[in-house]
């Protein structure tokens, strides 16, 4: 069977969320970040791939989305394997009775198959692209708030490595060493406001059930 792609987010997973709210982010300041304190212009950076990793409710919905695509991943799969063994049993009998409506009847069920797996590749798509946008709705809305709260004069957002493994590792080198845009080389620890953005995600909008996420970012899963 064709393969159905699900991303979730850590992000990208994807990360996600399954409703964006309207009602203005708390100020209550769960970190004061360092950077508040520096003279002149004011410029703030963030590790947009941490911010990813460590927004629980998106890493919740990003399971929740991987846990139903398996599940429909096994569906589907069982389905196929079903018609797979009708077939091999029809062609290792050639005189079975009506063996020509048994056939045609297992090629309808085959197509029929076929339709369910790309309605189910799009429905997955849809729900991450809508849980991207408001994954994307909240970080800006929680950006914004730092920003004014603190009178920023610039946020810029970055992808970094994650962990100290990461940041060793050769993949980071060559992610360093052939970025097609501006990356961070070097930066002050008082200009990178990260974890206050983490801080102001998960204080304003909470996974249920005090989930936490994880130390790895959610993968790429296949759905064959």
Known sequence: MKRIAIVTAGCLALAAVAYFTNRSISQENPVRPASAQQMGPKIALINLAMVLKKFDQANYLGDQLLEEAQQEETRLKTAGAEIQKRETALQAN???????????????????????ETDARKKFADRQAT??????????????????????????????????????????????????????????????????????????????????????????TPMK
């Open 94 to 116: 050639p005189d079975v009775k009506g063996r020509e409506e048994v056939a045609k009847q297992l090629r309808q069920e085959k197509l029929q198959l076929q339709e369910k």
């Open 131 to 220: 849980m991207a946008k408001e994954v994307y709705q909240k970080l800006n809305a929680v950006i914004d708030t730092i920003a004014k709260t603190y009178g920023y004069d610039l946020v810029l957002t970055y992808p970094d490595a994650t962990s100290k493994e990461e940041i060793e590792s050769p993949q980071q080198a060559f992610r360093m060493l052939s970025a097609p845009a501006v990356m961070v080389v070097w930066k002050n620890q008082n200009l990178d406001i990260t974890e206050t953005v983490v801080k102001y995600l998960n204080h304003n909008f909470p996974a249920p059930n005090g989930y936490k996420s994880g130390s790895k970012p959610l993968a790429v």
